[in-house]
């Protein structure tokens, strides 16, 4: 197989060229623009590989996008780029606008017109997979599962962006007939995932002994999968998936985030005792504006048709991405000393006072 990969410099894309590149031995053009959220020491395992090619491109450069393709001849493309962070996109959304949707809709033109112009055997087989998340669903009650058919209600300018791109990616099937399939996923954690993100954010912390940031009462759930599971089941959908589905994935682990914090401090008490529990850092701050209560995947039918289930338990999923950061201070510790080192993003200027001046100092 001959597979680009957008975005494979930032967290899940890397840990899919690392699989892609290493495992399966596909033939990989990982094309990324390398914003603050993509490091390419993610790839150093690939990075003399004869099958693994990195093309510094933005996705919105419809010249780029439509010369790195032709010239690739790709069997498939996997579209992972995008800006990921909510917090970031309450703050500064135009980005989200601009790559999620702008982009996406640049990938998906020079896709469809290399594939139209395809052997009748190799259009056949052609493939479009859309990475997106569980996010686009909006808020659950308690009890509730995301199905396929669940409607969109996005709440962030975030789950908006990739939302919109979830049905542009659609209506291209639709009405181009391009090949294209679509996964919603869960909240991903796992070895070298950039440390905004809540469970290197509060593994690093407790680390270093510095206040763990709870949003709001800590009671949101979220649904975790470990990354490894989840490019298993990406590769899995665009290899045996049906063309115009939508495959939902998750790990069946809905957690609390306050849940989440205890047992990472608990795991790192044990690995790495250091005096008192590290619970007691656990500070609970302003909460995220408009923040979603519940996520929770069903992924019954990934399951079912595909045959594909979570290898992990949050438990073992856990344990291996803090042995991961424990080893691999050569990644982490140049982001938290440079590109970001845990500042309080995503808050509304009218949260600067009161709760939120105490979330500023707490990070
Ligand atoms: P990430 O932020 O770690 O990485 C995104 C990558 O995309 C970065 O390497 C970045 O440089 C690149 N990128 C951004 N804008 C680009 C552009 N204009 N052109 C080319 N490259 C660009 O994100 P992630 O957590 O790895 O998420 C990957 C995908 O999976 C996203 O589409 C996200 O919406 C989706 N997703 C993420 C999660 C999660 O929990 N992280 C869950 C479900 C779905």
Redesign the pocket.
Known sequence: MRVVV??G?????SALVRYLVLDRGWDVLN?????Y??NLQSLATVANKNNHKFVH????DADAMARTIAEFQPDAVMH??????VDRSIMSSAEFIK?NIL?THVLLEASRHYWDRLSAERRENFRFLH???DEVYGSLEPGCFFVESTAYDPRSPYSAS?ASSDHLVSAWRETYGLPALITN????YGPYH?PEKLIPLVLLNALEKRPLPVYGDGRQVRDWLYVEDHVKALTLVLERGRVGETYNVGGRAPMENISVVERICDVLDALRPDGESRRKLITFVADRPGHDRRYAIDPSKIETELGWRAQNTFETGIEATIRWYLNNEWWWRPLREGVYSGARLGLLPSQQDGAGALAEQVV
């Open positions: 957008t975005g410099a930032g967290f899940i894309g094309v990324d623009k390398l914003t959220a993509a491109a933005d996705i919105c992972l780029a995008a800006e990921s962070h790559t982009g990475v997106s998340t990739k996923c869960s909240n991903n950039f």
